[in-house]
Every structure is written in C-alpha cells, then in structure tokens.
C-alpha cells in the first residue's frame, strides 16, 4: 500500500494504488468519500503556458491578463506582476537562460520536457512523499504510436537537443522519448481562472494513476492558487483538486473521463484509442447508455421521419458545423448566427431535444447572439441546450455547471430575472461540488446569485419599478455580455 501525504496538515490522503487489472495501475480510496470531497490535491511537477497564449496568460499562475508584466531578459515569459514572476523564477530561471542563448523558444512540448527533466535534475523524480509514482513508471506508448506520430516526436526530440543548454547535464535520447510520449497521453489541459478556456499543459504524476471511465466517480478542476498576499509565506501553488462527485465507498476505484461524454460511445472509443492507446469497457461504452438520446429524433403522435430524412438533416448538419467555425474563426458573428438559424429551421422537425447535433447548434447560438447582445433569443437556445444536456451529464458534472451558469447570465441580461436566478442556483449547487467554495468560478457565481436574489424579490414586489429601474440602467451603462468571451481570429 502507498499512502500520500498531504503537505499542508500533514494528514495522509485517503488513496492507495492498487493492481486495477488490464488497465494497470489505479487509485482506489481508503475511506468513505461524500460529494465535493477533495480527495487529493497535487502541485504540477512541471507546467507550461500553450504557444498560441504565451502573451496573454501568466506563466506562474495561468490567469489571462490584459497587461503582464514580460520577463525583461528572456522577453518570452509573462507574469501578472513581479509577486508572480518572484514565485515562478525557481521554475523559470533554467528556461529563461535557455530562450535568451537560442533567441526564441521552443514549442510547448519541449519546453515542459525541459522543465520536467530540469525539476528531476534538482529534486530527483520523486519530489515529495505525497508523490505515489515516478516519472520512469508511467506510461509512454511509443509502441502503440503511428507512425506519423512517431515522426513528429522525433522532430521533437530534436528541438529539444537544439534548446537542452550545454552546461546542463546530459539526457539519452531513449529517456527523452519516453518523456514526450508520456506528456503525449498524461499531460493535463490547465484552464484559465474563469475555466473558460484551456490556456496550457501540466505533468501531475498521482493524476496519472487515475483512470478513465466515461461516468466517472470524480471531476479535476485547476486551483491557480493566491499569490497576493505581501507576505510569501502566506502564497499557495496552483495545484488539481480531485473532487468526488458523489458518495464513494471504501475500496473503490477513482475514476475521471478523459474526453467530454457528449459523444455516442463509438466515438468516444474512438477518442480514447486515438489519444491514450486503450479501449473502453465502460459500462456506458459497452452497453451504449444514452446513444439513444444523443441521436434521438422527433417523435410526432408515434410518428418518425424516415431513415433518409434523418440522414439528410445529419449530413446537413455536419457541413454546417463546419460552415459555422469557419465563420466564427474569421469573426463573422452575423453570419454565424444565419447559419446557426438556417440549421435549426432544418433540424427541429427532424432532432429531439437530446439529439448532438441540435445541441452543438443550440451551444453556439445562444453563446454568439449573447455577444451580440441580442439576449432574448440567446436565452431561449440556452434553455433548450440546457434542457438537452441535463438529460445527458452525470448531475454533477462540471461542464453541465459551466453552461446552466452561463445559460442564467444570458436569462439575466435578458431581462428574466425569474428564471435566470433558478438557473444560477442550479448551477451553484453542482460547481460547489465540482469547484469548491473558494474557486475564483464559485465566488464569482456566488456573486450574481445575491445580485439575482435581491433582482427577483424587487421584481415580486413590483415588476413595474424593477423593469423601470432596470430600463435606467441599462441606458446609462451597457450590458456585458454572457458568457464566454468569443475572440476573432486574424
């Protein structure tokens, strides 16, 4: 048996690993768990920004900032201001060296390799007695690689040569493979603060023990971590929160899903072979749960459309998802939200409410026309779509959170304060099992819950001064929009 030790109250982490038969290794608990339980937590071993965001997100604690503050010598690095900078120059410093000789820096990849293989050199691969497992022992597949994939590791392994500095010690290149490929199917997509949108990748060797399964028992969130306080003593690291989502018994397995389970479970299969090299034999996978509703169609008085109609709406529906990304990468928001129309004039006949294609139309509507302000409209889209996906997720998933808050932002804007404060409650209960208390997504939903609260006991006292109070307001200050913030693409 491994134990993990947490290193805040020095209480043990109710984990142990154990022999989880084909699938390797796993984590199982020690004690019972409840919803919203912290099972473990666990800092990065080594964590990077993405390239695409390397300007716009802090490298110490993967906020997105307006205006960071750049490291003056490698000028690559951007930190919210010098308290971050000053907690991240341990991790930096190597890599801030390494940029300024070569005079630019690499792809993420080789960048978290380095770091990876730079925090090994100092601390050794084992880092702490919390840690359950080294580097050396997790899985890399290279075996099980095309080899396509091959061939772009190796171009990898090679950035890596030109960017590994000569002073450092010497690596094999048998290692250095084993590292990218275990980066390949281990690395975690960190979010930003708002958990809007994944802005960099991060090696967490106990969440690498955790297993796949499609309806899993646990969720991971990112905690950035607080680095305000004047007194360092007092920062914490950006860690992973594994959160229970329900009770979990003694002896059971933890489990998280790999891939977003808003895909019929051949896809999904096929997702996870692609990516991480297994099969799933989940019983969602192996006994296709929910593939019904997610490829439903309209049920009129017993009546169906024909296997032909569905299958022209389907291909239609396709093109047009393509149709709508290429308008939303070039910003063409009106055009987004015509295409978006036209699909759904052709899909409502046809789809039930739980049908994927629907929804993805629906998500996108009601997101892009939110932008537009135009709230009315986004609002009734979001209803639908959270009607669709509540009869999918698992009640406590975070994504299912995520959008029944945004989907009460754009009902709050629109002026439907009623039920946009059930809906901001709804999404309340589920994020503070998913999130916790203290994550910068619940404070800020816990702010708008008393805003609406207060909203909707004016509207019920008198819907007259409250739509009149609220006509002044909005003629003096522009609303924001909801939601996730949608940027053009040059």
């Not at 390239?51 to 997100?57: A, G, M």
């Not at 590292?179 to 199917?185: E, P, Q, Y």
């Not at 929160?241 to 479970?265: H, P």
Request: proline share 3%.
């Amino acid at each position: 048996m491994l134990w993990g030790v947490d290193r805040v109250d020095g209480k043990m982490d109710p984990v142990e690993v154990f022999a989880a038969g084909e699938k390797g290794r796993g984590l199982r608990v020690t004690k019972e768990m409840s919803a919203g339980d912290v099972v473990f937590a666990e800092a990065s071993f080594a964590a990077v920004v993405f390239d695409s965001l390397s300007l716009q997100v802090c490298h110490s604690c993967f906020r997105r900032q307006a205006n960071p503050h750049r490291c003056a010598q490698c000028k690559f690095a951007y930190y919210c201001d010098r308290t971050c900078q000053r907690a991240a120059w341990d991790e930096h410093k190597q890599e801030c060296s390494a940029i300024k000789k070569i005079g630019k820096a690499p792809n993420e990849n080789v960048r978290l390799v380095a770091r990876i293989l730079w925090r090994i050199q100092k601390d050794t691969g084992l880092v702490s007695d919390a840690q359950l497992t080294t580097l050396d022992l997790l899985e890399d597949h290279l075996s099980k690689m095309s080899p396509e994939d091959l061939k772009e590791l190796k171009v990898d392994v090679q950035h890596f040569y030109n960017y590994w500095p000569k002073k450092s010690k010497p690596v094999g290149e048998d290692y250095v493979s084993h590292l990218f490929g275990v980066i390949n199917c281990n690395g975690f997509t960190l979010s930003d603060q708002r958990g809007l949108q994944a802005v960099g990748v991060g090696l967490f060797p106990n969440l690498c023990l955790v297993n796949h399964d499609c309806w899993p028992n646990c969720t991971v969130i990112l905690n950035p971590g607080n680095q305000t306080a004047l007194d360092a003593s007092f920062h914490s690291k950006r860690r992973i929160e594994l959160r229970a989502l329900g009770k979990i018994s003694e002896g059971e397995e933890l489990t998280v899903s790999y891939v977003d389970f808003l895909n019929v479970s051949k896809d999904r299969q096929r997702l996870l072979k692609q990516q991480y090299y297994f099969d799933c034999k989940c019983e969602h996978c192996t006994s296709g749960i929910k593939d019904d509703l997610m490829t439903a169609v309209r049920d009129t008085d017993g009546h169906k459309p024909s296997a032909d109609v569905v299958k022209a709406v389907t291909d239609f529906s396709l093109q047009a998802l393509v149709k709508i990304e290429e308008a939303r990468t070039k910003g063409n928001f009106h055009e987004v939200v015509k295409i978006c129309r036209e699909s759904l004039e052709k899909q409502d006949p046809v789809f039930g409410g739980t049908n994927l294609h629907l929804l993805r139309v629906l998500s996108t509507a009601s997101e892009v026309l939110s932008f537009l302000q135009q709230f009315t409209e986004a609002a009734g889209y979001a209803q639908r779509m959270v009607d669709g996906y509540t009869k999918l997720y698992h009640p406590n998933n975070a994504q299912l959170g995520m959008a029944i808050m945004r989907a009460g932002v754009t009902h709050w804007h629109a002026g439907l304060i009623e039920a946009a404060h059930g809906l901001i409650c709804s999404a309340y209960a589920i994020l503070i099992i998913t999130h916790g208390a203290h994550h910068p997504i619940t404070k800020d939903l816990e702010v708008i819950r008393t805003q609406t609260e207060m909203e909707l006991c004016l509207f019920k006292q008198n819907e007259l001064v409250y739509r009149s109070m609220r006509e002044a307001v909005l003629s003096d200050k522009p609303m924001m929009h909801a939601g996730e913030q949608i940027k053009t693409t040059s």
